[in-house]
Protein backbone atom coordinates (compact mmCIF):
# COMPACT_ATOMS: atom_id res chain seq x y z
CA UNK A 1 0.00 0.00 0.00
CA UNK A 2 1.37 3.67 -1.15
CA UNK A 3 1.15 5.62 2.09
CA UNK A 4 1.86 9.37 1.98
CA UNK A 5 3.22 11.24 5.06
CA UNK A 6 1.85 14.65 5.36
CA UNK A 7 3.20 16.90 7.96
CA UNK A 8 1.32 20.31 8.95
CA UNK A 9 1.21 22.44 12.44
CA UNK A 10 -1.17 20.17 13.76
CA UNK A 11 -0.91 18.55 17.24
CA UNK A 12 -2.62 15.06 16.39
CA UNK A 13 -2.05 12.32 14.32
CA UNK A 14 -4.55 11.28 11.97
CA UNK A 15 -4.48 8.51 8.91
CA UNK A 16 -7.36 8.34 5.46
CA UNK A 17 -7.62 5.93 3.19
CA UNK A 18 -7.86 7.49 -0.27
CA UNK A 19 -8.82 4.06 -2.17
CA UNK A 20 -7.90 0.82 -1.17
CA UNK A 21 -4.42 1.13 -2.04
CA UNK A 22 -3.65 4.34 -0.53
CA UNK A 23 -3.07 5.61 2.69
CA UNK A 24 -2.24 9.10 3.78
CA UNK A 25 -0.78 9.85 7.40
CA UNK A 26 -1.16 13.27 8.39
CA UNK A 27 1.25 14.40 11.05
CA UNK A 28 2.51 16.96 13.36
CA UNK A 29 5.67 18.52 11.95
CA UNK A 30 7.69 17.05 14.86
CA UNK A 31 7.20 13.88 15.40
CA UNK A 32 9.51 11.24 14.63
CA UNK A 33 9.04 8.48 11.91
CA UNK A 34 9.14 6.09 14.31
CA UNK A 35 6.50 7.75 16.38
CA UNK A 36 4.56 7.73 12.68
CA UNK A 37 5.34 4.13 11.86
CA UNK A 38 4.46 2.88 15.60
CA UNK A 39 0.71 4.84 15.53
CA UNK A 40 0.32 3.09 11.69
CA UNK A 41 1.20 -0.28 12.88
CA UNK A 42 -1.36 0.17 15.96
CA UNK A 43 -3.47 0.81 13.41
CA UNK A 44 -2.91 -1.73 10.90
CA UNK A 45 -6.32 -3.43 11.29
CA UNK A 46 -8.67 -0.89 10.88
CA UNK A 47 -6.13 -0.07 7.74
CA UNK A 48 -6.75 -3.62 6.19
CA UNK A 49 -10.96 -3.91 7.19
CA UNK A 50 -10.99 -0.52 5.69
CA UNK A 51 -9.38 -1.29 2.82
CA UNK A 52 -11.37 -4.25 2.18
CA UNK A 53 -14.46 -2.39 2.61
CA UNK A 54 -13.33 0.01 -0.03
CA UNK A 55 -12.10 -3.04 -2.55
CA UNK A 56 -15.80 -4.69 -2.18
CA UNK A 57 -17.47 -1.41 -2.36
CA UNK A 58 -15.60 -0.56 -5.73
CA UNK A 59 -15.87 -3.91 -7.12
CA UNK A 60 -19.97 -3.45 -6.64
CA UNK A 61 -19.54 -0.05 -7.99
CA UNK A 62 -18.33 -1.44 -10.91
CA UNK A 63 -20.33 -4.74 -11.76
CA UNK A 64 -23.72 -2.14 -11.16
CA UNK A 65 -23.02 0.56 -13.13
CA UNK A 66 -20.28 -0.25 -15.68
CA UNK A 67 -19.04 2.86 -17.93
CA UNK A 68 -21.35 5.53 -18.07
CA UNK A 69 -20.59 6.21 -21.98
CA UNK A 70 -21.20 10.58 -23.63
CA UNK A 71 -24.73 8.25 -25.44
CA UNK A 72 -25.82 7.24 -21.32
CA UNK A 73 -25.46 10.53 -20.53
CA UNK A 74 -27.31 11.72 -23.38
CA UNK A 75 -30.49 9.68 -22.25
CA UNK A 76 -29.52 10.23 -19.01
CA UNK A 77 -30.21 14.35 -19.77
CA UNK A 78 -33.24 13.69 -21.51
CA UNK A 79 -34.73 11.58 -18.89
CA UNK A 80 -33.91 14.25 -16.13
CA UNK A 81 -35.36 16.95 -18.50
CA UNK A 82 -38.54 14.77 -18.17
CA UNK A 83 -39.09 14.00 -14.75
CA UNK A 84 -36.61 16.88 -12.50
CA UNK A 85 -39.35 19.43 -13.19
CA UNK A 86 -42.39 18.37 -12.35
CA UNK A 87 -40.57 17.16 -9.03
CA UNK A 88 -39.51 20.24 -8.38
CA UNK A 89 -42.62 22.30 -8.51
CA UNK A 90 -44.23 19.38 -6.56
CA UNK A 91 -41.72 19.72 -4.04
CA UNK A 92 -41.49 23.46 -4.45
CA UNK A 93 -44.94 24.13 -3.42
CA UNK A 94 -44.86 21.43 -0.45
CA UNK A 95 -42.17 23.72 0.96
CA UNK A 96 -43.30 27.04 0.28
CA UNK A 97 -40.55 28.40 -2.04
CA UNK A 98 -40.11 29.52 -5.02
CA UNK A 99 -37.18 28.70 -7.88
CA UNK A 100 -35.31 29.88 -11.07
CA UNK A 101 -34.54 28.21 -13.87
CA UNK A 102 -33.87 23.98 -13.89
CA UNK A 103 -30.26 22.83 -15.36
CA UNK A 104 -29.24 19.53 -16.10
CA UNK A 105 -25.61 18.84 -16.26
CA UNK A 106 -22.87 15.83 -16.10
CA UNK A 107 -21.00 17.07 -12.91
CA UNK A 108 -18.10 15.30 -11.51
CA UNK A 109 -18.51 17.06 -8.44
CA UNK A 110 -21.98 17.86 -7.17
CA UNK A 111 -25.34 16.25 -7.78
CA UNK A 112 -27.20 19.51 -6.94
CA UNK A 113 -26.63 23.72 -6.51
CA UNK A 114 -28.59 26.38 -5.68
CA UNK A 115 -27.74 29.61 -6.83
CA UNK A 116 -28.81 32.65 -4.72
CA UNK A 117 -30.90 33.48 -7.32
CA UNK A 118 -32.54 30.68 -6.86
CA UNK A 119 -32.00 28.97 -9.98
CA UNK A 120 -31.29 25.13 -9.27
CA UNK A 121 -28.62 22.88 -11.12
CA UNK A 122 -28.80 19.06 -11.00
CA UNK A 123 -26.72 16.60 -12.12
CA UNK A 124 -28.26 13.77 -14.61
CA UNK A 125 -26.54 11.04 -12.71
CA UNK A 126 -29.10 11.24 -10.56
CA UNK A 127 -31.37 9.46 -12.93
CA UNK A 128 -29.69 6.24 -12.41
CA UNK A 129 -30.45 6.54 -8.16
CA UNK A 130 -33.43 5.07 -6.29
CA UNK A 131 -36.38 7.53 -6.78
CA UNK A 132 -36.22 8.41 -2.81
CA UNK A 133 -32.63 9.46 -3.41
CA UNK A 134 -33.53 11.72 -6.16
CA UNK A 135 -36.40 13.25 -3.97
CA UNK A 136 -33.67 13.82 -1.42
CA UNK A 137 -31.57 15.81 -3.65
CA UNK A 138 -34.32 18.17 -4.92
CA UNK A 139 -35.63 19.03 -1.65
CA UNK A 140 -32.10 19.59 -0.54
CA UNK A 141 -31.52 21.85 -3.15
CA UNK A 142 -34.77 23.45 -2.55
CA UNK A 143 -34.75 23.92 1.14
CA UNK A 144 -31.40 26.23 0.43
CA UNK A 145 -34.05 28.71 -0.72
CA UNK A 146 -35.08 29.31 2.57
CA UNK A 147 -31.47 28.61 4.13
CA UNK A 148 -28.31 29.02 1.75
CA UNK A 149 -26.09 27.23 4.11
CA UNK A 150 -26.01 23.37 5.90
CA UNK A 151 -26.75 24.95 9.41
CA UNK A 152 -29.44 22.89 12.15
CA UNK A 153 -31.65 25.20 10.16
CA UNK A 154 -31.66 23.99 6.86
CA UNK A 155 -31.44 20.05 8.13
CA UNK A 156 -34.69 21.10 10.04
CA UNK A 157 -36.50 22.44 6.77
CA UNK A 158 -35.24 19.27 5.00
CA UNK A 159 -36.43 17.14 7.68
CA UNK A 160 -40.22 18.59 7.56
CA UNK A 161 -40.63 17.28 4.17
CA UNK A 162 -38.14 14.36 4.10
CA UNK A 163 -37.91 12.70 8.30
CA UNK A 164 -35.96 9.87 6.81
CA UNK A 165 -33.49 12.38 4.98
CA UNK A 166 -30.71 10.66 7.11
CA UNK A 167 -30.68 7.51 5.50
CA UNK A 168 -30.89 9.27 2.18
CA UNK A 169 -28.11 11.32 2.43
CA UNK A 170 -25.81 8.09 4.30
CA UNK A 171 -27.16 6.07 0.52
CA UNK A 172 -25.36 9.43 -1.17
CA UNK A 173 -22.38 9.47 0.23
CA UNK A 174 -21.58 5.53 0.16
CA UNK A 175 -22.75 5.20 -3.29
CA UNK A 176 -22.64 8.61 -5.46
CA UNK A 177 -18.83 8.58 -5.75
CA UNK A 178 -19.16 5.37 -7.67
CA UNK A 179 -21.71 7.02 -10.32
CA UNK A 180 -19.47 9.87 -10.76
CA UNK A 181 -15.55 7.81 -11.21
CA UNK A 182 -18.34 5.21 -13.73
CA UNK A 183 -18.48 8.52 -16.14
CA UNK A 184 -15.63 7.81 -19.64
CA UNK A 185 -13.49 11.12 -19.63
Same mark, same amino acid.
Given at each position: ??????? #?????? #????????????????? !? #?????????????????? $??????????? +???????????????????? &??????????? /? +???????? =?????? =? &????? #??? /???????????????????????? $??????? =? !?????????????????????????????? !????????
Amino acid at each position: MKTTVVR #SRRKTI #SIELKSPEELIVRAPLR !M #SVREIERFVKSKEKWILT $HAARLREREAR +AASVTGTITKEELIRLKKQA &KQILPGKVSDF /A +AGIGVTYG =QISIRA =Q &KTRFG #SCS /AKGNLSFNCLIMKMPEEIIDYVVV $HELCHRK =Q !MNHSALFWREVEKILPDYRVRRKWLKENGG !MLIRAMEE
